[in-house]
């Protein structure tokens, strides 16, 4: 089984919707994070979590917010989605003794 | 912010040639990682280098860090189609909070059979 999963895979959904990604990690990491990727623009940080009661805003944090509901899950929320919010999320995870961050399989997301 | 800039963006060889793909800021990282990201995956880790002037191989694959720990270079000898992915770079910055990843935006390698 993967170690970092990431659900739903694809998702298509109507400006103004409000959308869940989910992620769960069974590497019993503590710390947590969402990207998203767009083309030519690598992948940008949103939020990070390094534990359950730790949040914090990264590079494009605006129009979205997170919830880390325990060491293994992390959620990203689009409260009213937009078009301009049509990229690939990837959440990934990290422990605090070690830079490498494993990855989820990505969720697509298209906002129309 | 610290950017990274990857070069060439795109990048499309026939299998046997070499090439290297570019990472480079202004910007000093403690260490730099480079990923490989296929098609409907994540990136998946391939190398970190963390000194100024190391250099790591990997098969093929041969990774440099600049002297002033600014720059990274990926040289990939005899490349096969395999080889085809998305590579990215990621910085981990010298303050600011720890382990905090600056992605490059990549450059998408092509290897033609």
């Known amino acids: 089984d993967a170690d970092v999963t990431q659900t739903p895979r694809n998702r298509i959904t109507k400006t103004g919707k409000r959308i869940m990604l989910e992620c769960s990690q069974t590497?019993?990491?503590?710390?947590m994070y969402w990207y998203r990727q767009d083309p030519g623009l690598g992948l940008r940080l949103i939020y990070y979590s390094f534990d359950v009661k730790d949040i914090n805003k990264g590079e494009i944090s605006d129009g979205y917010s997170v919830s880390r509901q325990a060491q293994a899950k992390f959620s990203l929320s689009l409260e009213s989605a937009i078009p301009n919010q049509t990229a690939l999320y990837f959440c990934?995870?990290?422990?605090?003794?070690?830079?490498?961050?494993?990855f989820g399989p990505g969720t697509r997301l298209t906002v129309l | 912010t610290q950017l990274l800039e990857q070069s060439p963006q795109f990048l499309s060889i026939q299998e046997g040639e070499n090439l290297t793909v570019y990472c480079n800021s202004s910007?000093?990282?403690?260490?730099l990682q480079w990923y490989r990201q296929e098609p409907g995956e994540g990136p998946v880790l391939l190398v970190t280098v963390v000194t100024g002037g190391e250099v790591k191989k990997l098969k093929r694959l041969t990774f440099q860090f600049g002297d002033a720990r600014k720059d990274s270079s990926l040289h990939i000898t005899a490349a096969q189609p395999g080889d085809t992915g998305l590579y990215l770079c990621a910085g981990s910055p010298l303050v600011g909070s720890a382990r905090q990843l600056t992605f490059g935006s990549g450059t998408q390698l092509t290897v033609l059979p």
């Open positions: 910007s000093v990282f403690s260490s």
């Open positions: 590497k019993g990491h503590d710390r």
């Open positions: 990934a995870t990290s422990d605090h003794l070690e830079g490498t961050q494993y």
